[in-house]
């Protein structure tokens, strides 16, 4: 067999494989420690956009300054998003604080 023409196949099966590989995109979600209730539902409404287009879900809650203090508030605002959003998606990663910002993900259930 000739070599060149054995890469050529090579690449060619790679090529397929790669165009078969699901992409898995990232949306993200930002909340800040004091959110109103209206700014909470308009997010919630992108949140289940894009869990029902079938991208994870990274929703964050950013503190600034002294907002910190807050942190019991980011995670229960994390917490009732799960909640909110239990039947379109299951929650990957619980809220965990990183630096300033409380992060959690969720990712889309499977159709049936």
Known sequence: MDYKKFLY????????????ASKVTIKE?????????HDYEFKKKHAEKFLKDGAKL????????RSIIFK???????LRLAQDLEEL???????????????MFIAPKKPK
């Open 9 to 20: 196949e090579q690449k060619k099966r790679e090529k397929a494989l790669k165009a078969k």
């Open 29 to 37: 979600i930002r909340f800040g420690p004091q959110t109103d209730d």
């Open 58 to 65: 990274k929703a964050f809650v950013f503190f600034k300054g």
């Open 72 to 78: 019991e508030q980011g995670q229960i605002l994390l």
């Open 89 to 103: 998606g299951k929650v990957e990663q619980m809220p965990r604080l990183e630096g300033k910002r409380m992060t």
